[in-house]
């Protein structure tokens, strides 16, 4: 079980890595920060390791084709991922320097992208609130009360939550129906299920009165 836990984590770790961070690293940028992830987490679970440049750059692949290590060029992909917030540079001893790495959720960049993302969403999902978008649904529904089949108009034409607010229901097109002021009233805060019955009364009493 825990080694699933594990596993799915990684997999979040890693959709995060491809999606959000990968788009703004250079590649040297990328692959460094994958072997500095994959000696770290992967390895003991830890986000800190202690390393030397000379080791970084033979783990990460600078070093083909035995080339030796630049160490201008490491200092430069290390300073790039610091200046973008994936690492944090420690102190240096005789072993190394000590890096700690941000997980993706966790670097700013990644946490603007997914907030983004989020308000974007939330905002293509909301029919209740946007004027366009409820004249949309009423549209929809033919300027018909979903209840009671009364015609509506711009005056009196209500959206109810079929699922409502307070179960969780969304502002979304699917949860909004366009009902008219007397059946939203009967309707308000409860499910379909629970109004039904006082739905139907007031359609029954209503007919009686047209009569
Ligand atoms: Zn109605």
């Known amino acids: 079980m825990k080694r699933k836990n594990a596993s799915e984590n990684f997999e979040l770790i890693f959709n995060d890595f491809v999606d959000y961070l990968m788009p703004e690293l250079v590649p040297y940028e990328a692959s460094l920060y994958l072997f500095l992830l994959r000696n770290s987490l992967l390895r003991d679970g830890t986000i800190q390791i202690r390393i030397g440049k000379r080791s970084m750059a ?3 692949g600078t070093g083909s084709r035995g080339k030796k290590t630049n160490y ?8 790039g991922l610091e200046v973008k917030g994936c690492l944090r540079v420690g102190n240096t001893t005789r072993e190394g320097t ?3 790495i941000l997980l993706p959720r966790d670097i700013p960049l990644v946490k603007e992208h997914i907030t983004n ?3 974007s969403s939330e905002d ?4 209740f609130t946007d004027p366009k978008k409820r004249q949309i649904l009423f549209e929809r529904d033919n300027w018909t009360c979903q209840y009671c089949g009364e015609l509506v108009s711009q005056d009196n034409a209500t959206l109810d939550h079929f699922v409502p607010q307070s179960k969780g229901g969304a502002h979304s097109k699917d949860n909004l129906r366009t009902a008219c002021l007397v059946c939203n009233g009967v309707k308000s805060g409860k499910s ?9 009364c007031s359609i029954t009493q209503r007919q ?3 009569q």
């Open 124 to 127: 293509e999902d909301d029919y």
């Open 117 to 119: 993302i989020k308000i």
């Open 98 to 100: 000590l890096y700690t």
């Open 192 to 200: 379909f299920e629970e109004a039904a019955p006082a739905i139907l």
């Open 58 to 60: 033979q783990g990460y």
């Open 72 to 79: 201008t060029h490491m200092t430069r992909v290390i300073s």
């Open 208 to 210: 009686k009165r047209s």
